[in-house]
């Protein structure tokens, strides 16, 4: 009787045992899930943003950067339409394509703020701010068009910057501003222009921007 209970304790205990290796097996398999499914999210998100850049404004991708993008893209697709989360889901390779993502992403930000087109309606844009009292405000425009520098940003960031680069140059060539001009803007922007600066062609383009009655005379 003590034998047959001894055998049936330790049936008990190795089924016990084999339930318990089950549930740490679906727990771990639970937690490269969970893993895995934050770690393919941040890429797919940071794809689709870096197509909304490189539909503004594409820049040079290295042909290694390239692969490694398809590369985890696919492994990671594969994955996650099967749903077989195991110790060969490919977590590295894609965590480091999302860190490739986010280098290329910073690189696209810096080319794309010191573009010509962009650098030179930001300029301006400075330049008429202090005297510009119509809309859209030219600081609502630097700043949507600075934001795209932002950290975590967004399709709707990159899309508000260039629309509003748009609008700065439609507001920019609305006003006509030629060199002559831009030269006291630049002093007016520093507090350094004085009467001495404004001579007919200023007067003539302030007149027609409706900016005279919005200069001050101060005494420095």
């Known amino acids: ?46 794809v689709i943003v870096l197509n909304a850049m490189f539909s503004i404004m594409p820049i040079v991708v290295k042909t290694n950067e390239v692969e490694a993008i398809k590369a985890a893209l696919q492994s990671g697709q594969r994955v996650y339409k099967n749903l077989q989360i195991s110790n060969t889901v490919p977590i590295n390779s894609i965590s480091d394509a999302v860190d490739m993502l986010e280098k290329i992403k910073n690189k696209w930000k810096k080319q794309y703020l010191v573009s010509e087109q962009v650098k030179e309606t930001l300029s301006m844009l400075e330049l008429i701010m202090p005297i510009y009292k119509g809309t859209p405000k030219p600081k609502d425009l630097i700043d949507n068009i600075q934001a795209i520098d932002d950290e975590m940003i967004d399709i709707g960031i990159i899309n508000e910057a260039n629309q509003s680069v748009e609008k700065g140059r439609e507001l920019l060539n609305d006003m006509e501003i030629d060199e002559d001009v831009k030269t006291f803007l630049k002093k007016v922007s520093t507090n350094s222009a004085s009467l001495m600066d ?22 420095l």
Do not use: C, G, P
């Not at 209970?5 to 740490?24: F, P, R």
């Not at 900016?211 to 001050?216: A, F, G, Q, S």
């Open 1 to 46: 009787m003590i034998i047959e209970d001894i055998v049936d304790y330790t049936e008990k205990a190795t089924v016990l045992a084999e339930s318990i290796h089950n549930l740490e097996t679906e727990a771990d398999r639970k937690e490269r899930e969970q893993v895995f499914v934050a770690i393919f999210s941040k890429f797919i998100n940071n």
């Open 198 to 219: 404004v001579n007919e062609n200023i007067l003539h383009w302030l007149k027609n921007n409706d900016m005279l009655n919005k200069m001050k005379v101060t005494n």
